[in-house]
């Protein structure tokens, strides 16, 4: 089974930028991105499929994140720019296993999880 590792996390200010990296130890699929801030569920933030032509993003995020992906490194990236602190949170790299074009917004369709990386944005 492939293993997932999240990095690029830190504590940046309001209107600052990070960008994480999940990297994967063998061939990935459809991957996304999910956030869990405390005490809240976790939710979506963006998806991409195989190929990166096509991509999904949660309203509370379009036009300040971005996700790609660089298959020759199985590694999918996020970049994230206009930070708020409403966007602190642990955000998790998530792969569907087998499913090459899908971008389900749903944490249940996603098969493969890395541990997680703490962004926090101060205001």
């Known amino acids: 089974q492939v293993q997932l590792v999240e990095s690029g996390g830190g504590l940046v200010q309001a209107g600052g930028s990070l960008r994480l990296s999940c990297s994967a130890s063998g061939r990935t699929s459809s991957m996304g991105w999910f956030r869990q801030a405390p005490g809240k569920e976790r939710e979506f933030v963006t998806a991409i499929n195989w190929s990166g032509g096509r991509t999904a993003y949660a309203d509370s995020v379009k036009g300040r994140f971005t996700i790609s992906r660089d298959n020759a490194k199985n590694t999918v990236y996020l970049q994230m720019n206009s930070l708020k602190p409403e966007d602190t949170a642990v955000y998790y790299c998530?792969?569907?296993?087998?499913?090459?074009?899908?971008?389900?917004?749903?944490?249940?369709?996603?098969?493969?999880w890395g541990q997680g990386t703490q962004v926090t944005v101060s205001s």
């Open positions: 998530a792969q569907q296993w087998g499913r090459f074009d899908s971008l389900t917004p749903y944490a249940n369709e996603y098969h493969v």
